[in-house]
């Protein structure tokens, strides 16, 4: 009644309290005394869940345990990491953000950003890690809804390269997807899987097409433009109109934290100058020789570029640094860094 009657419109905070399908039915049978078919009658003429998560500024899975605890306690310490365009998950044992935007899509695609404790390794360590990574990866798809078996995961090393899947096999770190940085495809069921830990996710959608990119975007992938080409091979591949597009920008390493030497400093001016918008993207350290970069600012810049609509970019806000309680970090943690992982998939 709250979002029907409009009060939600009068408040600061409002707080959703999910529980599974089950639990729901079961606790309306108990509470009401009625039969099972009317329960479920009931629960079908409520709101689903994703449409809380839009709405909610916070929400929370009500477990009957310390979870539930937690998750409070998190919210009320400024520890959740929900805003205005990322809502942050609590799934049992495991935690990830999602894009509101992106949910009012749930019939069409799932999606999510992982958070510790969950680590997906990187390509270095995968072999001797692949245990821990695939209960991982059963975790999150299990919370999903989405087939464990049908992930792509390519072997990324900060190239431009975006790769259309056609007939190739579900795999991680394979020789068919070597060197690729992103990966679009039009087809359901295909899990794409990037993982991160300070580079920039960005999360294509195309809701005319129905087609869908994960892009891995680190400052040598922002140097080399991927989101660029992500945006043409979109175009070339399926038709798509930028203007169409969606693309959320996951959390990373941000111009609070993203520090260089004056080499890489010179690369991006000497690129982005034309910009007209270098003041903004190259801001001096309080160090000597030092500078911070914005690399999202240039995706934002390119993603305009290339004809995409202002509002359908939609950026998380969140650095992986300042955060790196909650996500890997490499800035932060050096050598000891996992990775998070960014997923979508058509269903």
């Known amino acids: 009644m709250l979002f029907e009657s409009g009060l939600d419109k009068i408040c600061d905070t409002v707080i959703g309290v999910l529980a599974n399908e089950e639990t729901c039915i079961d606790r309306i049978m108990k509470r009401d005394n009625i039969d099972r078919d009317k329960a479920v ?5 409520q709101n689903n869940e994703d449409f809380f998560k839009i709405k909610c ?31 942050h998950i609590y799934d049992k044992e495991i935690e990830y953000l999602q894009f509101r935007r992106l949910i009012e899509y749930a019939d069409k695609l799932k999606h999510c950003y992982t958070l510790k404790p969950l680590d997906f390794g990187h390509n270095s360590n995968y072999k001797e890690n692949k245990e821990k990574v695939a209960k991982n990866y059963k975790a999150i798809c299990g919370a999903l809804n989405l087939n464990y078996e049908n992930i792509y995961r390519p072997y990324q090393t900060h190239t431009d390269v975006v790769k259309r899947i056609v007939n190739e096999k579900p795999s991680i770190l394979s020789d068919d997807f070597k060197d690729v940085d992103g990966l679009i495809t039009d087809k359901k069921n295909q899990v794409l899987s990037l993982t991160f830990a300070d580079c920039i996710p960005l999360s294509f959608y195309d809701p005319v ?4 990119g994960n892009i891995h975007s680190g400052w040598q992938g922002t140097y080399k433009e991927i989101a660029r080409q992500a945006v043409r091979r979109l175009k070339e591949e399926f038709g798509s109109d930028p203007k169409d597009l969606i693309c959320c920008i996951g959390p990373s390493i941000r111009d609070c934290c993203f520090e260089t030497d004056e080499d890489v400093k010179n690369m991006f001016y000497d690129k982005f100058k034309y910009t007209g918008r270098i003041n903004e993207i190259i801001k001096k350290s309080q160090r000597n020789f030092k500078y911070y970069i914005d690399t999202v600012l240039i995706n934002v810049i390119i993603l305009l570029e290339e004809g995409m609509n202002i509002n359908n970019i939609i950026d998380s806000g969140i650095c992986t640094k300042c955060n790196s309680r909650k996500m890997h970090s490499h800035r932060e943690e050096r050598d000891l860094a996992g990775r998070n992982t960014n997923l979508i998939s058509l269903v």
């Open 57 to 87: 500024t916070y929400c929370v899975y009500n477990e009957e345990n310390e979870s539930t605890k937690k998750q409070l306690e998190e919210i009320f310490s400024g520890k959740n990491l929900s805003n205005k365009n990322i809502i």
């Open 209 to 212: 097409k129905n087609v869908i």
């Open 41 to 45: 009658a009931r629960i079908k003429n």
